[in-house]
């Protein structure tokens, strides 16, 4: 979108796979038969299999909205959809821009365009809960990224709920609000979740689970020579053991892996997923994984949180620039099941990455009071005040005093 990469990088070329021996086929699959183990594509060429790989991924939803199908709604899922965005910008040089849903695509590209494109747009973010980023902030951490992006222009409104799309000769020109607001609108943009493509499993009678195709620890499905893995199949969450969406790009990429390994022999299950993630708004980085406060509670857990507030550099090194980390325990058998970044520079933002380590490792408060980083002035805050060690430490006094 912002012109950074080009469009080719983002794909794999097919020159690269055939150079390791794989065919490529560009068609659409119309059918699988389990039985005669074949694939059927729209060319009418039939395929034989004797383990058949389902990586069919997921579509954004659209909501049953009036006014969805006028010119000037967008999706972002896809190189097809960044592609018309870009040509939609170009030819009708929009004004006045909407998002509905304040998640991580929604954020990111909303201040990507106020970044490319200074002073030129009105960008409204409509959200129906309490705060931007709901899946991966608490409210105590969204607040410190709500008013950054305020200050940098976004208007941000939440817990108002976009009711109707109105136009005019076919076009978008406004939103209206269950509120009563009507906002003026010449493009909008819905990024209020994604569905999983399972079709062709619904179709040959694999089974589905709540939010997918089902699956077991090695990608498996109900047919024992049909794997799936990615977006379109329904994943478990390593903390609660309950299914999951799970829809982000590691999960995808690890189930891949890990199906190859399958194929190839080995033996290694998939842990589960804990939903790390990150995103970038203007200079701020963003990462959270596991369960959040809020999240926890319901699930029923009870919890000791700590919120500690940290720096890039040692206090004594100029060009420090503040961040800040939640940790989320869960109060009965003290491990840690998740926690939250925000920073104003990215490499704090990526230890978030240890806390994911911590989770799977099952460490407790306890253990994370003895947790020592590798530090430097330059680097790092000062190792009296390693972050993670502090909240836990925090949440240890809590635990002492509750």
Partial sequence: MAGLAASESIIVPDKMLE????????????KIDREHKSV????????????????????????????HDLDGIMTLRGLDDAKNIKAYIA?????????????????????????SMPGKLKITIVELMDR????????????????????????ILTNEKAEKLIGQDGRVTGVTLASGKTLDADMVFINVGVRPNTALATDIGLEMGQFGIKVNAFQETSDPDIMAAGDCVEKINFITQKPTPGQ????????????????????????????????????MTITATGLTEENAAREGIKTVCAVVDSRSKHGMIPGM??????????RTT??????????????PAREIDAVTAFILGKKTIGELTTFTSACNPDISSEPSAEPITIAAE?????????
């Avoid at 709901?134 to 940098?152: A, C, G, I, N, W």
Wanted: with cysteine; aromatic share 6%.
């Fill in 19 to 30: 150079g390791s021996g794989i065919k490529i086929i560009r068609d659409e699959v119309v």
């Fill in 40 to 67: 059927s594509v729209s060319g009418q060429t039939r395929f034989k299999y004797d383990k058949l790989l389902l990586a069919m991924g997921a579509s954004s939803f659209i909501p049953p909205i009036e006014g």
């Fill in 91 to 115: 030819e009708k040089t929009p004004e006045n821009i909407i998002f509905i849903g304040a998640g991580f695509i929604s954020m990111e590209l909303a201040s990507l365009l106020a970044e």
């Fill in 132 to 155: 931007p980023l709901p899946l991966m902030l608490d409210k105590d951490m969204s607040d410190t990224v709500r008013q950054y992006l305020e200050e940098k222009g976004l208007t």
């Fill in 248 to 283: 982000l790009r590691g999960p995808a990429v690890m189930q891949g892996r890990l199906a190859a390994k399958r194929l190839a022999g080995y033996e290694i299950a998939f842990p589960g997923v804990v939903d790390a993630g990150g995103c970038k708004m203007f200079d």
């Fill in 321 to 330: 620039k503040p961040w800040k980390i939640k940790l989320v325990f869960d």
């Fill in 334 to 347: 003290q491990k840690l099941i998740g926690g939250q970044i925000v920073s104003q520079d990215v490499a």
């Fill in 394 to 402: 925090q949440a240890l006094q809590k635990l002492k005093h509750a």
